[in-house]
């Protein structure tokens, strides 16, 4: 099955006109998208976009041969031009199934947005899905044969392939590609490494792919540390990294602190913002965690699990420090980086970038800071993805 992208952005295009954001102001060349619209081998088109028939031309095909036009989603723009010699487009009720001459049969998908997924199925056999804007499936039930190609808003609904891996339906193999690419998304370099982290890739207008062809599907990084300053949303990023897997276990290392508004309320926000598929954990016995098989580890944070191990060290006081609290932090380190050297989960994990400041006015404050500096570094030894977030940016060093 062949697969041409005539558009691969959001309904509004990017640039979106007249916006002054960033984005839409260095979406030039292959950054500038058209409404995402789909042709599938010359005679199925899934979305009808102002400009297609144009679109198909600059990508050397035709659509004189198509048979069936097929809507995703409410068009809210000005009426489009159905081009000629085009059927009039339409709209299949979720469940049906339609056969065209070509061979071809189109399942309907529910969705939990305004529209409808398409499910294509080639006369070989191969298997597309494609989700509106902003849409998931809905009702999808576990085991379901993994698709050859999933085109989706994996920008914008993440979890529509968190549900898809959950059931099945996205697997080793399955190449997933973004579509419906607007200003909220980052363009460039960070676009990239961002769908990496989700399995998924971009592809520019007017490219055409092969349904069921192998394509090496991005790496996803087995460990992961972030680093960054304070509110330099490292936080965020790290899970953004996991927020296309379900079943994650978020594993709070910062307890709770009685009376404490102020620490509740940076408790919430985090816990607010993930997926309502993930668990928590609040604890800082990690080594078993990490030895144990199970969905992907999101640990917040290492300099608070640090916190706790020095507590239980009586690392903050020189006397026990020099008297047995520096051979017990010692080993208690060893012990958590045998474990995330040793263990078979996706780990993520959060760190704190200190020490690059002033110097802090107490032996036990200096004290924290190079044992910290210290973890980071055997920390990121361990892992294949190290990131550090300056200003909400994310700059790749392993």
Not at 111 to 138: F, I, N, Q, S
Not at 221 to 228: A, I, N, S, Y
Request: one cysteine or more.
């Amino acid at each position: 099955m062949e697969l041409t992208l005539l558009g691969t952005g959001a309904p509004a295009g990017l640039p979106r006109p007249g916006c002054p954001c960033a984005v839409c102001a260095t979406a030039r060349g292959d950054g500038a998208r058209a409404a995402t619209a789909l042709l599938v081998d010359g005679a199925l088109l899934l979305d009808l976009t102002p400009g297609a028939a144009l679109a198909a031309a600059r990508a050397g095909h035709t659509l004189a041969g198509v048979r069936q036009v097929l809507l995703t989603h409410p068009h809210d723009g000005p009426a489009v031009d159905l081009p000629a010699g085009l059927p009039t487009a339409g709209r299949v009720p979720d469940g049906r199934v339609l056969t065209l001459i070509s061979g071809h049969r189109v399942r309907a998908v529910p969705v939990d947005h305004p529209g409808t997924g398409y499910e294509v199925t080639a006369p070989d056999g191969a298997r597309l899905l494609y989700l509106p804007p902003g849409a998931a499936p809905a009702g999808l039930a576990e085991g379901l044969a993994a698709y050859e190609m999933v085109v989706a808003d994996v920008v914008g609904r993440p979890d529509a392939v968190a549900r898809l891996r959950a059931a099945g339906a996205v697997g080793a193999t399955t190449d997933v590609v973004a579509a419906h690419l607007g200003h909220e998304a980052p363009g460039g370099a960070e676009l990239r490494r961002r769908l990496a982290a989700a399995g998924a890739r971009a592809v520019p207008d007017g490219t055409t792919l092969i349904v069921g062809e192998y394509h090496a599907v991005p790496d996803v990084p087995r460990r992961t540390l972030v680093t960054g300053g304070a509110r330099s949303g490292k936080s965020l990023e790290a899970e953004r990294r996991l927020e296309s897997f379900p079943d994650v276990l978020y594993v709070a290392t910062g307890g709770t602190r009685d009376g404490d508004t102020e620490w509740a309320a940076r408790v919430t926000a985090h816990r607010d913002r993930r997926p309502g598929s993930w668990q928590t954990a609040e604890t800082c016995d990690l080594a078993p965690l990490l030895a144990e098989e199970g969905p992907p580890l999101l640990i917040d944070c290492l300099s608070l699990w640090l916190t706790d191990a020095m507590d239980r060290a009586g690392a903050w006081d020189d006397d026990r420090w020099a008297n047995g609290g520096e051979r017990a932090l010692r080993k208690r380190t060893d012990e958590l980086l045998a474990a995330v050297r040793e263990t078979g989960r996706t780990v993520v994990a959060v760190t704190n970038e200190v020490g690059a400041g002033v110097v802090p006015a107490t032996a036990s404050g200096r004290r924290f800071r190079d044992e910290l500096g210290r973890l980071n570094a055997a920390f990121a030894a361990e892992c294949e993805h190290v990131l550090l977030v300056v200003a909400g940016q994310a700059l790749t060093l392993r």
